[in-house]
Protein backbone atom coordinates (compact mmCIF):
# COMPACT_ATOMS: atom_id res chain seq x y z
CA UNK A 1 0.00 0.00 0.00
CA UNK A 2 1.29 3.20 -0.61
CA UNK A 3 1.88 5.62 1.93
CA UNK A 4 -0.71 8.51 1.81
CA UNK A 5 0.51 12.01 0.91
CA UNK A 6 0.48 14.96 3.01
CA UNK A 7 0.73 18.53 2.76
CA UNK A 8 3.73 21.20 4.05
CA UNK A 9 2.27 24.51 4.39
CA UNK A 10 5.73 26.82 3.64
CA UNK A 11 5.76 30.36 4.44
CA UNK A 12 8.37 32.30 2.59
CA UNK A 13 9.59 36.16 1.73
CA UNK A 14 10.03 36.10 -2.07
CA UNK A 15 12.95 38.13 -1.25
CA UNK A 16 15.04 36.14 1.07
CA UNK A 17 17.62 33.85 -0.47
CA UNK A 18 17.62 31.16 1.88
CA UNK A 19 14.12 30.65 1.49
CA UNK A 20 14.49 30.57 -1.99
CA UNK A 21 16.45 27.26 -1.55
CA UNK A 22 14.50 25.83 1.23
CA UNK A 23 12.07 25.69 -1.36
CA UNK A 24 13.60 24.36 -3.99
CA UNK A 25 14.58 21.51 -2.08
CA UNK A 26 10.56 21.30 -1.29
CA UNK A 27 10.40 20.83 -5.13
CA UNK A 28 12.32 18.03 -4.91
CA UNK A 29 10.99 16.72 -1.66
CA UNK A 30 7.79 16.47 -3.66
CA UNK A 31 9.20 14.09 -6.47
CA UNK A 32 10.58 11.84 -3.77
CA UNK A 33 8.11 11.85 -0.75
CA UNK A 34 4.62 11.60 -0.46
CA UNK A 35 4.39 15.57 -0.02
CA UNK A 36 2.43 18.45 -1.58
CA UNK A 37 3.54 21.95 -1.04
CA UNK A 38 0.99 24.54 0.05
CA UNK A 39 2.36 27.95 -0.15
CA UNK A 40 1.78 31.15 2.15
CA UNK A 41 3.06 34.60 2.40
CA UNK A 42 4.79 36.18 5.52
CA UNK A 43 6.81 39.15 5.53
CA UNK A 44 10.50 40.40 6.81
CA UNK A 45 9.62 43.39 7.07
CA UNK A 46 6.51 42.85 9.11
CA UNK A 47 8.60 40.52 11.24
CA UNK A 48 11.44 43.24 12.02
CA UNK A 49 9.04 45.87 12.69
CA UNK A 50 9.15 45.83 16.37
CA UNK A 51 13.60 46.31 16.28
CA UNK A 52 13.85 48.10 13.34
CA UNK A 53 15.64 50.52 15.58
CA UNK A 54 18.07 48.43 16.69
CA UNK A 55 19.31 47.05 13.14
CA UNK A 56 22.16 47.97 10.82
CA UNK A 57 20.80 50.58 8.83
CA UNK A 58 21.92 49.07 5.81
CA UNK A 59 19.23 45.96 6.66
CA UNK A 60 16.71 48.70 7.40
CA UNK A 61 16.89 49.95 3.69
CA UNK A 62 16.87 46.34 2.84
CA UNK A 63 13.62 46.07 4.90
CA UNK A 64 11.74 48.70 3.73
CA UNK A 65 12.10 47.56 -0.08
CA UNK A 66 11.19 44.02 0.92
CA UNK A 67 7.37 45.40 0.90
CA UNK A 68 6.91 45.25 -2.90
CA UNK A 69 7.41 42.01 -3.32
CA UNK A 70 5.27 40.49 -0.67
CA UNK A 71 2.77 42.68 -1.33
CA UNK A 72 2.53 41.91 -5.03
CA UNK A 73 2.09 38.14 -4.26
CA UNK A 74 -0.50 38.67 -1.48
CA UNK A 75 -2.41 40.72 -4.08
CA UNK A 76 -2.22 38.33 -6.64
CA UNK A 77 -3.52 35.20 -4.20
CA UNK A 78 -6.44 37.28 -3.10
CA UNK A 79 -7.56 38.20 -6.46
CA UNK A 80 -6.65 35.13 -8.70
CA UNK A 81 -6.41 31.99 -5.82
CA UNK A 82 -3.86 30.06 -3.49
CA UNK A 83 -2.81 28.55 -6.38
CA UNK A 84 -1.04 31.32 -8.23
CA UNK A 85 1.24 31.77 -5.35
CA UNK A 86 3.64 28.11 -6.34
CA UNK A 87 4.15 29.27 -9.81
CA UNK A 88 4.56 33.39 -8.90
CA UNK A 89 7.28 32.31 -6.26
CA UNK A 90 9.22 30.54 -9.05
CA UNK A 91 8.80 33.07 -11.24
CA UNK A 92 10.15 36.06 -8.54
CA UNK A 93 12.83 34.04 -7.22
CA UNK A 94 14.24 33.24 -10.71
CA UNK A 95 14.45 36.48 -11.45
CA UNK A 96 15.78 38.24 -7.94
CA UNK A 97 18.00 35.35 -6.65
CA UNK A 98 18.90 33.21 -9.56
CA UNK A 99 19.37 35.90 -12.59
CA UNK A 100 20.31 38.57 -10.01
CA UNK A 101 17.76 41.10 -11.20
CA UNK A 102 16.44 43.67 -9.36
CA UNK A 103 13.12 42.95 -7.06
CA UNK A 104 12.41 46.95 -6.74
CA UNK A 105 12.25 47.25 -10.42
CA UNK A 106 8.53 47.18 -11.87
CA UNK A 107 9.51 46.12 -14.75
CA UNK A 108 10.76 42.91 -13.05
CA UNK A 109 7.58 42.33 -11.09
CA UNK A 110 5.82 42.61 -14.27
CA UNK A 111 7.94 40.04 -15.89
CA UNK A 112 7.99 37.71 -12.88
CA UNK A 113 4.12 38.28 -13.37
CA UNK A 114 3.65 37.93 -16.88
CA UNK A 115 6.20 34.36 -16.54
CA UNK A 116 3.13 32.96 -13.77
CA UNK A 117 0.49 34.10 -16.10
CA UNK A 118 -1.00 36.70 -14.23
CA UNK A 119 -1.49 39.73 -15.19
CA UNK A 120 1.32 42.57 -15.13
CA UNK A 121 -0.88 45.15 -13.55
CA UNK A 122 -0.62 43.27 -10.15
CA UNK A 123 2.84 44.91 -9.89
CA UNK A 124 1.16 48.14 -9.02
CA UNK A 125 0.56 47.15 -5.25
CA UNK A 126 4.39 47.04 -5.07
CA UNK A 127 3.16 50.15 -3.43
CA UNK A 128 0.15 50.12 -2.23
CA UNK A 129 -1.44 48.53 1.48
CA UNK A 130 -4.91 47.48 -0.01
CA UNK A 131 -3.86 43.92 0.94
CA UNK A 132 -1.89 44.51 4.29
CA UNK A 133 -4.79 43.46 6.84
CA UNK A 134 -4.28 39.83 4.70
CA UNK A 135 -0.38 40.03 4.35
CA UNK A 136 0.04 40.46 8.32
CA UNK A 137 -2.87 37.67 8.85
CA UNK A 138 -0.72 35.03 6.77
CA UNK A 139 2.23 36.29 8.24
CA UNK A 140 0.73 35.77 11.78
CA UNK A 141 -0.22 31.98 10.97
CA UNK A 142 3.03 30.88 9.93
CA UNK A 143 5.15 32.74 12.93
CA UNK A 144 2.63 31.37 15.68
CA UNK A 145 3.67 28.26 15.18
CA UNK A 146 7.54 28.83 15.21
CA UNK A 147 7.51 31.75 17.49
CA UNK A 148 9.04 35.34 17.06
CA UNK A 149 13.21 34.49 17.47
CA UNK A 150 13.09 33.30 13.58
CA UNK A 151 12.21 34.16 10.25
CA UNK A 152 11.37 32.51 6.78
CA UNK A 153 10.74 30.09 5.57
CA UNK A 154 8.63 28.87 8.36
CA UNK A 155 6.92 24.92 7.08
CA UNK A 156 4.38 23.31 9.14
CA UNK A 157 3.25 19.46 8.40
CA UNK A 158 0.72 17.20 10.31
CA UNK A 159 2.35 15.31 13.19
CA UNK A 160 0.91 12.07 14.68
CA UNK A 161 -0.98 13.38 17.10
CA UNK A 162 -2.87 15.64 14.48
CA UNK A 163 -1.71 18.32 15.53
CA UNK A 164 0.95 20.57 13.42
CA UNK A 165 4.62 20.15 13.90
CA UNK A 166 6.23 23.23 12.76
CA UNK A 167 9.86 24.62 12.23
CA UNK A 168 12.25 27.19 10.36
CA UNK A 169 14.31 26.26 8.16
CA UNK A 170 16.15 24.12 7.22
CA UNK A 171 18.50 26.47 6.04
CA UNK A 172 20.94 24.52 3.75
CA UNK A 173 23.25 25.37 0.16
CA UNK A 174 23.09 24.00 -2.41
CA UNK A 175 19.59 22.58 -2.40
CA UNK A 176 19.70 19.07 -2.00
CA UNK A 177 18.23 16.75 -4.58
CA UNK A 178 17.50 13.29 -5.46
CA UNK A 179 18.47 11.08 -2.29
CA UNK A 180 19.78 13.95 -0.53
CA UNK A 181 16.69 15.77 -0.23
CA UNK A 182 14.65 12.52 1.21
CA UNK A 183 17.41 12.27 3.51
CA UNK A 184 16.96 15.91 4.84
CA UNK A 185 13.07 15.73 4.85
CA UNK A 186 12.98 12.97 6.54
CA UNK A 187 15.78 13.90 9.01
CA UNK A 188 14.08 16.88 9.57
CA UNK A 189 10.92 15.75 9.94
CA UNK A 190 12.56 13.22 12.92
CA UNK A 191 14.05 15.87 14.62
CA UNK A 192 11.74 18.51 14.50
CA UNK A 193 8.62 15.73 16.54
CA UNK A 194 10.94 15.00 19.17
CA UNK A 195 9.07 16.83 21.99
CA UNK A 196 11.41 19.46 23.65
CA UNK A 197 13.83 19.56 20.62
CA UNK A 198 14.37 23.14 19.52
CA UNK A 199 17.38 24.02 17.99
CA UNK A 200 20.98 22.58 15.86
CA UNK A 201 22.73 25.31 14.43
CA UNK A 202 26.16 26.08 13.14
CA UNK A 203 28.17 29.16 11.44
CA UNK A 204 27.36 29.36 7.82
CA UNK A 205 30.31 29.76 5.49
CA UNK A 206 29.20 29.89 1.99
CA UNK A 207 26.63 31.86 0.77
CA UNK A 208 23.43 30.54 -0.99
CA UNK A 209 24.65 28.68 -3.76
CA UNK A 210 21.98 28.51 -7.17
CA UNK A 211 23.85 26.43 -9.41
CA UNK A 212 21.76 23.53 -9.39
CA UNK A 213 18.96 25.70 -9.99
Given at each position: ???????????????????????RWMLEVEKVRPVDVRWHVMSLAVLNEPKMDE???????????AWGPVRVAIAAQQQHGDDVLGPLYTAMGT???????????RAVLEAALEDAGLPASLAGYADK???????RASHKEGIDKVGQDVGTPVIAVPGADGEQI??????????PQGEAAARLWDGTLMVASTPGFY?????RTAGPDFSNL
Open positions: MSESRITADFWFDPMCPWAWMTSLPEEYQTLLKTRFHNKGQDATDDTYDTELAFFGPVVTPAEIKRT
